[in-house]
C-alpha cells in the first residue's frame, strides 16, 4: 500500500514539474508598456475656441532659419518694423493670418503698470497698435498678466519663516498688486475683449509663484475689485510644464477659474518625454483634467508648433522638435489637446509669432500656411 501511494505521489510530483517546466514566463517586451499606444485622431463635433499668445520682440534672433512671409520684423515702440521702417500693415496681416486659422483671438502680455510702468507702456502700445488696424474688429483679445515676482518683494523660500516672504509682508506693494488688475481693466471695456462663459478672460502667467498668506482671500479681492467695475472674470492661472497640479494646490484651489501648463515643449532634459512626447504629454494632461476638474475647475490644454533650444543657446545638446513638411508633430498635439480639454473647450496655442523659440503658426517662406491650416482643421467643425 506505502508502495502505491508512493509511486502515486512521485507520478504528480513528476508532472507538476514537467507542468513548469513546460510553461515558458512570457518575456516583457516594450509592447507591455503603458505607453505603447497611438494617439488617435480626434474629430472635431463642436468647434474649440482657441487663443493664440501674440509676442512682440526688439530683434530678430540672428538664430532664427524660418524666415516669415512679411519679411524679418522686430517691434518698435509696438510697431513692427522693418529695417528701421515701421511697417504697421504687417499687424493687419497677422489679423488675416489668424483668420485663417479661424483662432479666436490674441493673448498679449502685460507687465505691471503700477510698478513697471515704463515696460507696461510698451505692452500698451502694442495692443494699441492691435486695436488701430481696420481689420481688429473681427479679431477678439486678452491679456495675460506677467507677475514679476521680484517687484513685489515675492519670495518662495527663505525669510522669517523659511515659507518664503508673502505679497502681504509689504501692504504698499499688495496695494499696487490689487491696483495694477484695476488699471489694465481698461482693456477690458473693448467691444473685443474676448469673454469665457460670459466672464471677461484673464490669465495670470507665473501664477505658481504667487505666495500669499491665504490665495483664496487674494484672488476673491481680485475678482471683487473688478466686480465693482462692471467685469465679472474668468481667471486662467498658469503653471510650469510638466509638474503636478497638486504642488501648489493652495495658491490655485479656490482661486482661479482654470489652469494651464506653460511650455511643455520644452522636455526639461528629460530624454523619455522627447522620445515619447505625445504619450507622456497625453497622460500628464488627462491626470491634470480629472485632478482639477475635481476642484470644479477646467483644464486648458497649451500647445505648440515646436520648440528649438538652439535659436537661443547654439551649443546646447538637447535635441529640438524638427519641423516636417506635414507638420505630425504639432497635428498629433492638437490630439493630445482635444482628448483633454474640459466642457468650455479651451485652447490656447503657444505662439502666434515666437520665432525665438520656433513655437510659431506664422506662415513663412519654407513651411507657408502649414501650420495655419492645421490649427484650422484640428479645432473647428467641417474644416
Same mark, same amino acid.
Given at each position: ?46 468647434? +474649440? ?25 522686430? +517691434? ?26 479661424? @483662432? ?12 513697471? %510702468? ?9 495692443? %494699441? ?84 498668506? !491665504? ?42 477659474? *482654470? ?7 520644452? +522636455? ?6 522627447? %522620445? ?17 476638474? !475635481? ?9 505648440? *508648433? ?10 546646447? !545638446? ?55 491650416? @492645421? ?9
Amino acid at each position: 500500500m506505502k508502495n502505491k501511494h508512493f509511486y502515486i505521489y512521485s507520478s504528480l510530483m513528476l508532472l507538476m514539474i514537467a507542468g513548469l517546466f513546460s510553461c515558458k514566463k512570457k518575456e516583457v517586451t516594450a509592447a507591455d508598456n503603458f505607453l505603447n499606444y497611438t494617439i488617435p485622431n480626434v474629430p472635431v463635433t463642436s468647434n +474649440y475656441t482657441v487663443g493664440a499668445f501674440y509676442y512682440s520682440f526688439g530683434s530678430f534672433n540672428a538664430n532664427i532659419t524660418q524666415v516669415p512671409t512679411v519679411g524679418d520684423y522686430y +517691434y518698435v515702440n509696438g510697431v513692427p518694423t522693418i529695417g528701421g521702417v515701421a511697417t504697421p500693415s504687417i499687424m493687419q496681416q497677422h489679423i488675416a493670418d489668424a483668420g485663417t486659422a479661424k @483662432i479666436d483671438y490674441f493673448i498679449f502680455s502685460v507687465r505691471s503698470p503700477t510698478l513697471d %510702468n515704463a515696460n507696461y507702456k510698451q505692452d500698451s502700445l502694442l495692443v %494699441n497698435t492691435f486695436l488701430a488696424q481696420p481689420t481688429s474688429s473681427t479679431m477678439n483679445f486678452a491679456l495675460t498678466y506677467n507677475l514679476n515676482i521680484g517687484l513685489f518683494g515675492i519670495t518662495n523660500s527663505g525669510g522669517p519663516s523659511g515659507n518664503g516672504v508673502t505679497i502681504e509682508t509689504n501692504a504698499s506693494k499688495l496695494a499696487s498688486f490689487y491696483n495694477d488688475f484695476k488699471r489694465i481693466a481698461f482693456w477690458m471695456s473693448k467691444s473685443n475683449y474676448q469673454k469665457v462663459n460670459g466672464k471677461y478672460l484673464l490669465v495670470i502667467n507665473n501664477a505658481q509663484d504667487l505666495n500669499s498668506n !491665504s490665495n483664496v482671500a487674494l484672488y476673491q479681492q481680485i475678482r471683487t475689485n473688478l466686480t465693482a467695475m462692471g467685469f465679472d472674470l474668468y481667471i486662467v492661472g498658469m503653471q510650469n510644464r510638466w509638474s503636478p497640479p497638486e504642488r501648489y494646490f493652495y495658491r490655485f484651489q479656490n482661486c482661479t477659474d *482654470a489652469m494651464y501648463e506653460a511650455n511643455m515643449g520644452d +522636455y526639461a532634459g528629460d530624454i523619455d518625454r522627447y %522620445n515619447l512626447f505625445p504619450q507622456m504629454c497625453d497622460q500628464n494632461w488627462a491626470y491634470w483634467k480629472s485632478t482639477i476638474e !475635481s476642484w470644479n475647475m477646467e483644464f486648458v490644454p497649451c500647445v505648440m *508648433a515646436g520648440y528649438n533650444y538652439q535659436i537661443s543657446n547654439p551649443t546646447s !545638446s538637447n535635441l529640438s522638435v524638427k519641423r516636417t513638411a506635414d507638420g505630425s508633430w504639432y497635428k498629433t498635439f492638437t490630439d493630445v489637446a482635444k482628448r483633454n480639454a474640459s466642457k468650455s473647450r479651451l485652447i490656447f496655442l503657444d505662439s502666434f509669432n515666437n520665432f525665438t523659440l520656433d513655437s510659431q503658426v506664422e506662415p513663412t517662406q519654407s513651411y507657408g500656411t502649414t501650420y495655419l491650416d @492645421i490649427t484650422r482643421t484640428a479645432f473647428k467643425v467641417g474644416q
